[in-house]
Each structure stands twice: as structure tokens, then as C-alpha cells.
């Protein structure tokens, strides 16, 4: 990946945060490129459908963060040791993706009737149902999410985590002691480390 | 992949139809075991992670459809020459996941009131907006979704699409003269065009 490398997403982690700490701990110099809301209208037509974040590098247009974070991952040897490997690190990320989605239809529901009646199953039942079982392979992983050792997929959970406990409202890992290493571990990585030391803070 | 391979899913084509056509080309024998829905509450305790499609084989129990997709098509050479393609091949196939989502939360949703505010925004606005893009990709890339040529991209998007129309409602590739191609051309497929002709028959 040669420079420039140019990052687009709000001025917020969210879902392009995964991205910023691989880039980061691939020690790829990038363009952090955050757009005030009220200039979406004008964004959204330049991007492939409608969406951010998007990474521009090497004339490509890369968009959906969960390609991009599989695609960083293998310039640095955070993907699988083999196809196995990388079955299990997809199916867990894919897993992370669909907590993250029923979050994030909680948290952005305008109607407040309909966002009522979604956040009981959701902070009692949806959350606790996939934290204890993210938990579990976090246990018999030695503390990572697949394969026993360090991969994307860590960096993918801990990369959404802070905006995930801020739209549920809720401490997703208060009752998870591995996963709470795993952040540990995360973020203390070379590179990662200096990246949240100096990001803007936002809430999210 | 090993003797006996299982593929657990409801009695439909869903989102299992993508794995069934991708074991048949791969030329795996597999059971097709489609459990009646009033077992599902027996059956989703033995899942990761409460849901199915699950493929066992080789002693593991994989989960995540678009994952073992991708896994499989790595057997056939129907991943990407390389990375970049790799990625492109994972956006695409993302997205096409997006708009799926978006049809089955208006399918499924219970309530009545709330499904029709869901209906002529979905079938106006967000399914030409994703079939436009995703026909310009395929015109540009002969009649395939990424890389120029067949790749497990057309297979997912084929493999899904007939339940996406009937759930929707809408012939989604009507005005799409490439991907009508590209769907004709993964139904003539090896393996494919067997087990289709003979699969059983289901709405969606």
C-alpha cells in the first residue's frame, strides 16, 4: 500500500475504528479523513453504495469494513495459518457483526414506541446470549477469538467495543474476564497503543 | 472435506441455498438435513450460536453462511487470484448481504403498521438503488461480480436470489440484463445445474 492512503468515514469510531488500528498496527501512514455530518448528503453520492467508512489506496475505492480489516490483516499476518483458521476467524467476525447490527437498530430507531420494546430483549436477552458464548471461545482460545493466538478478529471486537457499550448503554464485557485480556492485549499493541493515545476522543 | 458432511437449515432455499450450490460444484456429497420448523427450539441449542445454516464436517460444526461459503470456494478456485481480488469479491458479497437484510426485516416484520412504512421504501427506493450499482458492476465485469470472471460472488448472489424475489415480492434483476446473464450461466454450472433440477421444491 503505497501513500497517499485516505480514510473516509464520520467523525466518529464506530465501524471504521477496526480499520484505523489495523492501519495503525501495520505502521501504514494514512489520511484520517472524518466528514461533519451535514456533509453527507454531498459524500454519499462519491461512494460505491451510499456507505462509509471507504479506503482509498493504490487507485482502489475499498469499501464494507469488514473486507477492508480481512484484506489489512493479511499484510500482516493477522489472517488464519490456514483455510480452517480462516473459516473460524470469519464465522466469529460475522458474529460480532450481526450483535453489532441488532445495536445499532436499537440504538438509531426514531420511533420511541418501537425503541422501547427493543431495548429489553436487547440488553437482557440478545446481549448476554452472545457475550457469554463470545466469552466461552474467548476462554478456550487462550484469550483471542480464534485459533489460540492473535488475529484479526480480536482487533475487529476490541475496534468496535467502546462504541458498541455506548450505543447499548452497557458494559458488554463487565462479565467476560478473558475478553476483558483480550482488550488488554489489544490495546497495547505496537502501534495501536500510540493510535488511541492520540486519536480525537469522541464518544463513539 | 471428508465423508459425512451435514448441512442443518429450515425446509427453504434461504441462505443455505449458496452452500448447497457450492458443495454440489465442488462435487461433496453432503446430507441435506432440513428439520421442520416446530423442531427449531430443540434444534437451536445445539448451535454456535443460535442459528443455522451449520455445516458439519471433518469434525467441525461450522456457522455463518457467507463464511463457509467463502471457505468452500477456496476447494474449487472460485476465490480471488489474489488479495485485491479477495477483496473486492468479500465487498461485493457484503453488500449483496445488506440489501438482504434490509428485504427479510420487512418480510418478517410481525407488525403490521410497521411492515407497510417498510415496503414502498424498500421496493422503490433501496432495492433499484443497490440492483443499479450492482448491475453497472457485473456490465463491467462481464457478466460476474468481481475480478472479470466467476467467482463465489455469482454463486452467492444466484444461490440467494430466488428467495430474496419471493420475499420481496419483486423480480430483483428485472432490468438487469448482465446478471440475468450471470445467473443463467451459474444455473449451467457443473454440480449446480444437477442439483437444481433435483432439489426440493420450496417457495423461498
Known amino acids: 500500500m503505497a501513500p497517499p492512503c485516505k480514510l473516509m468515514y464520520y467523525p466518529l469510531k464506530g465501524i471504521a475504528e477496526p480499520i484505523r488500528f489495523l492501519l495503525s498496527y501495520c505502521?501504514?501512514?494514512?489520511?484520517?479523513?472524518?466528514?461533519e455530518i451535514e456533509n453527507w448528503p454531498q459524500i454519499k453520492p462519491t461512494t460505491p453504495f451510499g456507505?462509509?467508512?471507504?479506503?482509498e489506496f493504490d487507485g482502489i475505492t475499498a469499501h464494507q469494513s469488514v473486507a477492508i480489516c480481512r484484506h489489512l490483516a493479511k499484510k500482516v499476518k493477522l489472517a488464519g495459518a490456514n483455510d480452517i483458521e480462516d473459516l473460524k476467524i470469519d464465522a466469529i467476525v460475522d458474529t460480532i457483526v450481526d450483535l453489532r447490527k441488532k445495536i445499532t437498530a436499537y440504538y438509531y430507531e426514531t420511533d420511541g414506541a418501537i425503541r422501547e420494546t427493543l431495548k429489553k430483549p436487547l440488553l437482557e436477552e440478545t446481549i448476554p446470549y452472545y457475550m457469554e458464548r463470545i466469552e466461552a471461545i474467548a476462554k478456550k482460545n487462550n484469550c483471542h477469538l480464534a485459533a489460540?493466538?492473535?488475529t484479526w478478529a480480536d482487533i475487529y471486537f476490541v475496534g468496535?467495543?467502546?462504541a458498541q457499550?455506548?450505543?447499548s448503554g452497557k458494559n458488554l464485557i463487565a462479565d467476560c474476564p478473558s475478553l476483558q485480556v483480550m482488550q488488554r492485549n489489544v490495546l497495547n499493541l505496537p502501534g495501536i497503543k500510540e493510535w488511541v493515545a492520540k486519536r480525537p476522543v469522541t464518544d463513539f
Do not use: A, M, S
Not at 27 to 35: A, G, V
Not at 51 to 55: D, S
Open 148 to 150: 489460540g493466538k492473535l
Open 165 to 167: 457499550c455506548y450505543l
Open 51 to 55: 456507505q462509509t467508512p471507504v479506503l
Open 27 to 35: 505502521n501504514i501512514e494514512f489520511e484520517d479523513y472524518r466528514f
Open 160 to 162: 468496535i467495543l467502546d
